[in-house]
């Protein structure tokens, strides 16, 4: 890391939240992503910050990663504490309780709520093995779909050991959780189409922590 000029991040206020538009957000999502890449820092937990969003909160987007530790979401989009709303479960599924915590993000202000899947996710892998372990053999009912649908049209070798075959499922894992996301949730359609929200899917790098918005 060439670059290590340290980055503040300011607190939003409720003004400076409500004129941001969605385009706006993923712009400044994208841009922090490049800090991030480029090893920048951020100064996200310092005292002064803490105590300032203590009293409220204004973040610019929700995100839904996977539970896995390899990917800082805050620092992926070299974000501080009050700036983006995350939840994660592994494998970065929809259910309904992730759909109404993305409700209240969005009421709360939220203008992008973006799906991150990322590079040798070990959900997607337990799906193609059809692992059986618990409370998450359950969990991995929600991403065989996505496996199902990649397994009608790819070429090459089925296997857990193929990146590029388990990278094609994490795609499609995305793309499916957002459609389950609009199908689950009115409240997020109606604010799509009103233009008051964006919602993205995305890929994270795991070398090189860039992250691959899709079209």
Known sequence: MKDKKILRNRLLTAEQQAKLTPAQVLSILKKGNKEFTEGKLTVRNNTKRVRSAAMGQYPKAVILSCLDSRVPVEDVFHRGIGDIFVARVAGNIINDDIVGSFELACSSGAKVILV???????AITAAVNRVKLGKFTSLLKKI?????????TFKGKKTACNLEYTNAITHMNVRMAIRRLRAKSPMIKKMEKEGKIITVGAMYNMKSGKVDFFE
């Open 116 to 122: 991150m899947g990322h590079e040798n996710c070990s």
């Open 144 to 152: 065989s779909p996505a496996v199902k649908e990649i397994n009608k």
